[in-house]
């Protein structure tokens, strides 16, 4: 069965600092990847994906992400963090086929606080 | 363009009470499906519809229902709540073509409190 693990919790980064939010997914096949973000209370807004090509995909709000076979990772970065990027991410990867076609299966969340 | 839509946002129910939540999709998409979102976890599948049938379910037990209509809206029900059912529950919408079928949109969600 696919899964997904994001290790960090919670991470604090400064304004201004990189970021980079880990995420390791575990799937025999080319996976389908995705980065979500949740504010508070609301739902999920799609941020970048992965289908196939360039390894190095663009997303909005200025993230990135960076798909590494040979690490099974899909992390997410952003050179220069904004206050308002304070939410939680969430990394998820969807069978292009199979018996759980379609169905996103997601990490745990990584929550992410931004100091002034 | 109007995205997902959801209704109602918040619901309280009592235990063994029955619930109906309410989703339209994106405009021009034609697949839903619903999630739940526990406090402090990721979201897990429920079902998801298309063509008004259920094409595959996650690991949720048959209190949960779904239902979708012609003009591709879709509810979740749930029968005889537990206290276990609270958690935020998330519909998304995909377009039934090529690799869009994998994008996903999702609305706001409703909170269901069960009491």
């Known amino acids: 069965a696919q899964s997904v693990t994001q290790p960090d919790i919670h991470i604090t980064v400064s304004e201004g600092a990189s970021l980079e939010l880990r995420c390791n997914y575990s799937y025999g096949a080319t996976p389908y990847l995705f980065w979500y973000v949740q504010s508070p209370g609301q739902g999920l807004q799609l941020l970048l994906k992965y289908f196939s090509g360039d390894t190095l995909v663009q997303g909005i709000k200025g993230f990135e992400a960076e798909f590494k076979r040979s690490q099974s990772s899909f992390n997410l970065r952003k050179p220069s963090v904004h206050w308002s990027d304070a939410a939680e991410y969430f990394c998820?990867?969807?069978?292009?086929?199979?018996?759980?076609?379609?169905?996103?299966?997601f990490g745990q969340g990584t929550i992410l606080t931004v100091h002034p | 363009d109007a995205g997902v839509t959801q209704s109602p946002t918040h619901l309280i129910k009592t235990r063994g009470q029955q619930v109906t939540l309410r989703c339209s999709p994106k405009s021009g998409h034609d697949t839903v499906s619903w999630y739940q979102q526990a406090l402090g976890q990721g979201p897990q599948f429920i079902f998801q519809y298309y063509e008004e049938e259920e094409r595959q379910r996650g690991n949720f037990p048959d209190r949960f229902s779904g239902h979708q209509f012609p003009n591709y809206s879709s509810e979740l029900n749930v029968n005889a709540l537990l206290l276990g059912d609270s958690a935020l529950y998330l519909c998304?919408?995909?377009?039934?073509?090529?690799?869009?079928?994998?994008?996903?949109?999702f609305g706001p969600g409703t909170r269901l409190t069960v009491t």
């Open positions: 998820a990867v969807v069978n292009a086929g199979g018996t759980s076609y379609g169905k996103l299966t």
């Open positions: 998304a919408s995909s377009l039934l073509q090529g690799a869009f079928f994998y994008e996903q949109y």
